[in-house]
């Protein structure tokens, strides 16, 4: 099975800083909620109502059509797996924190092998079909999510009703059931303090700002998730070209905020990098915040062109590798957060050697 693989790797397809406008685009998701028809939806399910669904899902992916059409598919109960590797299927964006709280045989993952495509069965729904692409690749995220979500479509009938679209547990995604959003990193906009002004206005456009983990999260990193509020009344087309408008917009801002950074204030960018990059392949001691804080800072100078040879690749991977969970299981045992922040340095500083020339 290629799901210890993925547990026990860093980079995901995510990570690849290739893509459309990856300098400011990190990754692009397509969320699609299903529910099976007749079946009572997952809060009121109990576990052998949930093993049945699970069982019609993986039966369903096993099927050659959906292997020609999508790719080999794994399953995996979430009782298989540890509450370690749980979270490390978190820190990798491939199931939700909410998915891994409960490690029982009614809750499963179905996953592809390059992480493109993830199923999270029985979370706040019977079916999250999420496809998740590197860059502003919104479009190829949809298409695949589409065709996942169409050759299932022919062997699970999923509650839909014609007036209201299909049926969801939680209103708010009834309709498409679609949530599509991309993630950006905005340190000329955070930076040049335009970053709320900015942000606070999507809310009008019925579109939501979370954090690198999506809801209830904070955002780090200068990393910020947009996605469409609204699932019902539009089209899928209409929610992907809305938030495509809204992303070349914000791409704009970003990048007219880090040209005033970098013609303005040239040497207070220029210190700012250079004390990140030298705090990151030096320090001996680094706390996750940290961490993603001074990533954040190095990267823009990569893209800036101030700091050569760093690869964005690299530095997108430490964002996941360098996560506690992700440290612990690099260590085969649990770790003390001293422990981690020291181990955190030291893989850091490992990463970043080539690129101190």
């Known amino acids: 099975m290629f799901i210890k693989d993925i547990l026990n790797r860093a980079n995901s397809k995510w990570m690849e800083g290739t893509g459309p406008e990856s300098d400011v685009v990190i990754s692009c998701r397509v969320r699609l909620a299903r529910n099976l028809a007749g079946v009572p939806c997952p809060h009121l399910l109990n576990e052998e109502q949930g093993r049945q669904v699970v069982k019609r899902v993986v039966d369903a992916i096993a099927h050659k059509e959906v292997e020609k059409i999508v790719g080999h598919l794994e399953a995996v109960a979430l009782s298989e797996l540890s509450a370690l590797d749980r979270q490390i299927l978190v820190e990798k964006h491939l199931i939700s924190p909410q998915h891994a709280e409960a490690a029982t045989q009614s809750r499963a993952v179905v996953l592809r092998e390059d992480e493109a495509v993830s199923i999270l069965v029985n979370e706040e729904d019977h079916l999250r079909i999420q496809c998740l692409f590197p860059g502003f690749q919104l479009n190829v995220a949809w298409d695949l999510a589409n065709r996942v979500d169409d050759v299932l479509e022919k062997r699970l009938d999923f509650a839909f009703d014609e007036k209201y679209g299909y049926l969801t ?159 612990q299981k690099l260590a085969g045992h649990e770790m003390s957060p001293f422990a981690r922040d020291l181990k955190r340095a030291s893989i850091i500083r490992e990463k970043l050697a080539p690129s101190k020339g």
């Open 169 to 327: 547990a939680c209103p708010t995604n009834v309709g498409t059931g679609m949530r599509a959003s991309v993630m950006m990193h905005l340190p000329g906009l955070v930076i040049t303090n335009q970053a709320n002004r900015v942000l606070s206005a999507l809310s009008q456009l019925g579109l939501a700002v979370r954090g690198l983990y999506g809801e209830g999260t904070e955002a780090a990193g200068n990393l910020f998730q947009i996605s469409n509020q609204i699932t019902l009344g539009l089209t899928e087309e209409e929610i992907i070209n809305n938030l495509t408008a809204v992303t070349h917009k914000i791409l704009e801002q970003e990048r007219m905020a880090r040209e005033l950074l970098r013609t303005q204030t040239k040497e207070q960018l220029e210190d700012r990098v250079g004390r990140a990059f030298g705090i990151l392949t030096n320090a001996r001691i680094i706390t996750s915040q940290e961490a993603i804080s001074y990533l954040s800072d190095v990267r823009l100078g990569a893209d800036l062109g101030i700091i050569r040879g760093v690869d964005t690749r690299i530095l997108n991977e430490l964002i996941v590798l360098t996560r506690p969970n992700f440290l």
